[in-house]
């Protein structure tokens, strides 16, 4: 027991009890509902009903007009001021009790339990469009083997011969969640449906009952599809202590073990082979029934009235066994409630803290909030959203002269985090924004307020979770801000058009931490340094290991640099990583780009090094192929669209060698010779369509000069076909074309700087 705190097995029945009545209610400073993916809640429902573990919950009690709330499950705020005053359709005239208890941790899996195991969330929202998530919308059901001795479903349950398992004294069953996992099947909810999926249907005080049992006894006992038993069904959604979901379930499952029954009955009736009957008997009957069969054989009942009779006893049983277990996985769940007294509540970050250090996995940034939530009652996370989505300030004066005459025909509309993340309105936040958020918040914290040397401790979980509210409230908008502005500049100068693109995440923490000085952010020499350290880094392999120890070597080397700009001699560290470029062994060396030893053993590239040199090229900018007229660059409004591109297509039968193999396994091939990182650049959906339709000599004709020049195509103009030799002498033309580019790029951003 802890001190001022409850800590329990939780009992869902009393959890939608409570939810029902408005007893436990979910703080809007809490994040969204994310647990949509169907995958997700289906583990959390195997994890049940294998009797595994499945975590903990936090509540705080306090009084229900603290904080801005939402019922759980529903969309809307309610703003209590009162015992009764509400705003939401689906609340209206609810009472709201003066306490309730706010859940502060365990939203995701108490929603989808709700949801799962009850139809309390649909009863409070009455109406779909008031769920917090479309994912919401959908039933859960076990299913199990249709027929007797075809049907290979497997059969946990013991269903095929109405045999319910032995289970263990300590009631742990011998299957696994993957086992339970397979069995799971949700159906999606439909309007104005009839189907047992609709979540409303069967729940209407103005329908007929017995149509309501019977429509769902049919949907779950469908010919030639598995049974299905509705798991929505295992918890009462009624506060009067009536058992209509109960009752209704048990005839569900009666009906599914007479229709077993009565195949097997079936079957057994059509043997005519003594001996095969035999066998049969005893494949069906457990050990007791079995006895009793033989013990009644020469009674003055036929063969098959003893069979049908034991028969339907063992059914009973196996009901009474399978509906008693799945009652028993709901009502003893491995699910912790620990409920906090209002008085205690400045411990409810301590449990936080404790419970994720001690494994359970709790997102800090959710920690965070809760902590900027004693401090203010406003949603933290549509706070951070607004200012995300928010108009922001660039100035095209830090940018190369060929980029600013791009980047002014989008100017007006621009906002790089959107662009980066693709981010649609009212969408949640990435997660790996608010990783990137949480660093740069820490480095200014601890650095900048605490005045502590730079480690790769302070970016970790606990030293995040140091940072006062306080803090938070006073910088949440700068770090936004520096985020967003690390990401226009890899937009703008590194060829980077998605988040996805940035194969070394900790590089944004650098080059953000740098830009939450506006002055840094408003001086081109700052840009040009950390291109020309960008490049460097990136192509010489600097943070393909041990990228911890990298991020505060770098991030501490950039620091002094900046504060020293004019001292050239501060930068000699770049030109020294420059001479690594595209020359460390196995990483992106001449013989690994070329794959020179790949077909005998030796060392492929890494996937992301062909995405680094297609960015680099696309950085600079270039004609597309076939059309002189239109420019390539990462920021376009269609840049997300580019596609990775042979630049010698594998679908044009170039090699002048006999090849027979098709082109999805010559590119699945990575050893193949034109799979090499520098056969690859961007083009447009477009352009690959024309590419398909032609001859290679055709294709090769068609590229633009420009492009070629831009882009180191170095083709023969009087070849239709090419040999290996031919191949291999493009790719060594283009990787020293390549290698110098980005020399030239790095020694043209340090000069600059002068």
């Not at 070329?594 to 960015?615: F, M, S, V, W, Y």
Request: aromatic share 10%; net charge neutral; charged share 30%.
């Amino acid at each position: 027991m802890l001190t001022n705190t409850q800590s329990t097995v939780a009992n869902l029945q009393k959890i939608i009890s409570d939810i029902l009545t408005n007893k436990i209610m979910l703080p809007d400073f809490q994040r969204k509902f994310v647990w949509s993916d169907v995958d997700k809640q289906k583990k959390l429902v195997a994890s049940i009903l294998a009797k595994m573990p499945i975590g903990c919950f936090l509540e705080l009690k306090g009084k229900s007009d603290e904080y801005v709330a939402r019922k759980i499950g529903i969309k809307t705020q309610i703003k209590t001021e009162t015992e009764t005053q509400t705003n939401t359709e689906s609340t209206q005239n609810e009472s709201i009790p003066k306490e309730v208890y706010f859940l502060l941790d365990g939203q995701q899996r108490v929603t989808v339990l709700s949801v799962v195991f009850s139809s309390s969330i649909f009863l409070i929202a009455k109406k779909s469009k008031n769920l917090v998530d479309a994912s919401l919308k959908r039933r859960f059901f076990i299913k199990i083997p249709k027929n007797y001795d075809q049907d290979t479903t497997v059969d946990l349950f013991g269903a095929k011969n109405l045999q319910f398992p032995n289970i263990s004294e300590e009631k742990i069953p011998e299957f696994s969640t993957k086992d339970v996992f397979d069995l799971i099947v949700t159906k999606d909810y439909i309007s104005n449906s009839n189907l047992a999926s609709s979540p409303y249907i069967f729940f209407d005080s103005s329908s007929n009952k017995k149509i309501e049992i019977e429509t769902l006894k049919s949907e779950c006992n469908i010919s030639n599809e598995p049974y299905l038993v509705p798991l929505f069904l295992l918890i009462e959604d009624k506060t009067d202590g009536t058992n209509c979901n109960a009752l209704m379930l048990k005839k569900i499952i009666k009906s599914i073990s007479d229709s077993i029954k009565d195949a097997i009955s079936q079957n057994y009736e059509s043997i005519e082979n003594s001996t095969d009957a035999d066998v049969f008997v005893k494949n069906v009957f457990s050990k007791d029934h079995l006895d009793s069969f033989l013990k009644d054989k020469n009674s003055e009942k036929t063969k098959q009235e003893i069979f049908e009779s034991l028969l339907e006893a063992q059914a009973e049983e196996w009901r009474y066994k399978f509906f008693n277990y799945l009652k028993d996985c709901v009502n003893n769940m491995g699910l912790i409630e620990f409920k906090l007294e209002a008085h205690a509540r400045d411990r409810a970050i301590d449990i936080y803290e404790n419970l994720n250090l001690g494994g359970v996995k709790l997102d800090v940034f959710d920690l965070i909030v809760a902590k900027v939530g004693k401090k203010n009652t406003e949603n933290f996370y549509s706070k951070i959203f607004n200012i995300v989505n928010n108009k922001k300030e660039y100035s095209a004066d830090v940018l190369p002269e060929t980029i600013t005459v791009l980047y002014n025909k989008i100017s007006n509309e621009y906002n790089a985090t959107v662009s980066i993340y693709g981010m649609k309105e009212k969408e949640d936040l990435p997660k790996t924004f608010s990783k990137s958020f949480l660093n740069v918040m820490s480095l200014k914290y601890h650095i900048g307020k605490l005045n502590k040397k730079l480690t790769g401790d302070i970016t970790n979980e606990k030293s995040k979770l140091l940072i006062t509210p306080d803090f938070i409230l006073e910088n949440y908008e700068k770090v936004c801000v520096a985020v967003d502005r690390a990401l226009f500049f890899f937009n703008m100068r590194c060829g980077i058009r998605k988040f996805t693109d940035i194969h070394y995440k900790l590089i944004i923490d650098i080059v953000a931490f740098v830009f939450l000085e506006d002055k840094n952010f408003k001086d081109k020499k700052i840009h040009n340094l950390l291109e020309a350290w960008y490049w460097a880094v990136i192509f010489s392999g600097e943070f393909d290991k041990d990228q911890k120890s990298q991020f505060v070597s770098h991030l501490s080397r950039l620091i002094d640099t900046i504060k020293n700009i004019g001292d050239s001699n501060k930068r000699e560290w770049i030109n020294t990583i420059k001479n690594n470029v595209l020359d460390v062994s196995n990483f992106a060396d001449k013989n690994l780009l070329l794959l020179n030893n790949a077909t005998t053993g030796g060392r492929i590239p890494k996937e992301h090094i062909e995405d680094l040199i297609c960015q680099f090229y696309l950085a600079g900018t270039y004609q597309k192929l076939f059309d002189k007229e239109v420019r390539l660059y990462a920021f376009s409004n269609d840049s997300d669209k580019l596609q990775i591109h042979h630049i010698i297509p594998l679908s044009l039968n170039v090699i002048s060698i006999d090849r027979s193999t098709s082109t999805k396994t010559l590119r699945d091939d990575k050893t193949y010779i034109l799979n090499s990182p520098l056969n690859k650049i961007f083009i447009t959906a477009e352009e690959n369509t024309k590419i398909g339709n032609t001859s290679f000599a055709n294709y090769k004709d068609k590229i633009n000069s420009a492009s070629k020049t831009e882009l180191d195509l170095n083709f023969k103009t009087d070849d239709t076909k090419m040999s290996v030799n031919d191949i291999k002498d493009f790719l060594e033309f283009r990787f020293k074309q390549l290698r110098g580019r980005i020399a030239n790029k790095i020694n043209s951003n340090l000069d600059q700087i002068n």
